[in-house]
């Protein structure tokens, strides 16, 4: 189990205020499992978690958003917090890179309110997903199909609700990112009989 994701690359995606516990969890997670992982952020030098009600620790940023390109990884982490995604969601680079990974069938995993910046990036029309509660409408107003379940993956999508959900939300993350990317063609035709 150690290497079933070795010469794997990891992007996790964050800004201040990431609920801290979604980064550190899955990313020793995926380290465990082989992966690499980079903390990717717009911001510069470091980035500040979120501990539930308060400010929590800082983490090295090992790529400035601006100088990372989502063909150098094999998957894409999102983790949330309220302040995070909400940020990445209003940020132009950060939908460009999301949508990177969307558009070519890259494994994500998206945990809590980390699905906005799916929305933005159009990641989830036609996806059976789960997220923290409050965001059901605005996922299926982007015409996913929210549902309410621990760990919910759709062809290389990974989503899950809250913190406590990590443990299988870890398990399934690392299932489908050792499966590498997903089949656009088989994609668009479950879009097409969701839609319908």
């Known amino acids: 189990m150690a290497n079933e994701l070795r010469n794997t690359r990891v992007a996790a995606l964050v800004d201040n205020g990431f609920e801290q516990v979604e980064l550190v969890e ?3 997670a995926l380290e465990t ?10 911001q510069d030098g ?3 978690g979120w501990q539930h009600t308060k400010w929590g620790d800082e983490f090295a940023v ?9 063909d150098e990884y094999d998957a894409l982490l999102l983790p949330g917090g309220v ?17 990177s990974f969307v558009d070519s069938g890259k494994p994500i995993a998206a945990i809590c309110h980390g699905p906005w910046t799916l929305i933005e990036a159009g990641g989830v029309r036609g ?16 015409g996913a199909q929210w549902v309410d379940q621990e760990c919910v993956t759709d062809n290389g999508l990974v989503t899950s609700r809250k913190p406590d959900d990590l443990p299988a939300f870890n398990r399934k993350m690392i299932e489908e990112f050792a499966e590498g990317r997903h089949d656009k ?3 668009q035709r479950d879009v097409a009989s969701t839609i319908r």
Do not use: C, Y
């Not at 090992?62 to 989502?70: C, G, N, P, S, T």
């Not at 059976?128 to 409050?134: D, L």
């Open 26 to 28: 899955p990313k020793k």
């Open 33 to 42: 499992a082989g992966a690499k992982v980079d903390i990717v952020s717009p």
């Open 46 to 48: 470091k980035v500040k």
């Open 62 to 70: 090992d790529r400035r958003l601006e100088q990372a390109r989502a």
């Open 83 to 99: 302040m995070n995604p909400d940020h990445l969601r209003m940020n132009p680079a950060a939908v460009q890179f999301v949508k």
């Open 127 to 142: 996806r059976r997903v789960t997220s923290w509660p409050s965001l059901q409408t605005d996922l299926r107003n982007a």
């Open 185 to 187: 063609s088989t994609r």
